[in-house]
């Protein structure tokens, strides 16, 4: 009876062994999407949402492993568990059946189309025979082809990797249109020469991701620092998120 107990005891203690050794070693998947994530020169996580996930490994002690992916390669790493966490991924139904995601929002955002000179875009229905570039993959592509396709508007799809290349795409005349997060569109649409249409869509909450295979209680102490942070205006929470990024 002895054994039985010493044994289960054992396997109990490997168990949780291995739950903080997967718990204190994190890969994180990085995508192109500044300014709200990017890698810098070593690889690490950065932007707004790389350095407060960078905060938030020191608070909890945890070390973290870059893996650089575009959007749509990141997604499938993590739905098979060979990358833990992803930032900066908006919550969607159709997500949550393959992916896992803490309760906190890490932040809200909205998406937004973009234009260049000489289009005059000020309603979805303005879209009718537009090239319009997209995100492969993005929720706001899913958005605009159910919209369109729903009021019969004819749509020239561009599907690009990155914001950036869907504007760059807007700026050589390539397509008229490209759908963006906010954030970016704020920051980099004068840049490319691009102005911001009267079309905004799709209010999101933004999280880190997470592999279906991750112990939940990563996830809860993901949710229990932001919630934390969250109440205290001198956190790390409101440093990093501060403008241009709130």
């Known amino acids: 009876m002895l054994a039985h107990v010493m044994s289960g005891t054992l396997l109990l203690a490997g168990c949780l062994a291995t739950t903080r050794v997967s718990a204190e070693t994190l890969t ?6 500044p300014p709200k994530l990017f890698a810098d020169d070593e690889g690490s996580p950065r932007g707004v949402l790389g350095d407060l ?12 492993e870059s893996l650089q992916c575009d959007f749509q390669q990141c997604l499938a790493l993590l739905e098979q568990g060979d990358i833990d966490l992803l930032p900066d991924v908006a919550w969607s139904e159709e997500r949550a059946q393959r992916i896992a995601f803490h309760e906190e929002p890490v932040m809200h955002s ?7 000179e000489g289009t005059e875009i000020d309603a979805i229905f303005d879209l009718e025979q537009q090239r319009v570039a997209v995100v ?15 009021f019969d508007i ?12 869907g504007f760059q795409a807007v700026a050589d005349g390539d ?38 295979q991750l112990p939940n209680e990563v996830l809860s102490r993901i949710d229990d620092v932001l919630r934390r942070w969250k109440q205290d205006k001198g956190s790390a929470y409101y440093e990093t998120l501060s403008p241009p990024y709130s």
């Open 154 to 165: 004819n749509v020239t799809w561009m599907p690009v990797s990155s914001f950036s290349e």
């Open 110 to 116: 909205w998406s937004q189309l973009y234009q260049r």
């Open 175 to 212: 397509a008229n249109l490209v759908a963006a997060d906010h954030l970016f569109g704020g920051w980099r649409a004068h840049d490319y020469g691009l102005s911001d249409t009267p079309v905004i869509f799709q209010p999101a909450r933004l999280f880190y991701a997470a592999s279906p």
């Open 53 to 64: 996930l960078q905060a938030i490994a020191e608070e909890e002690q945890w070390q973290l």
């Open 28 to 33: 994180v998947g990085v995508y192109h999407n």
């Open 136 to 150: 492969s993959g993005s929720v706001q592509q899913r958005y605009l082809e159910t919209v369109t396709e729903r």
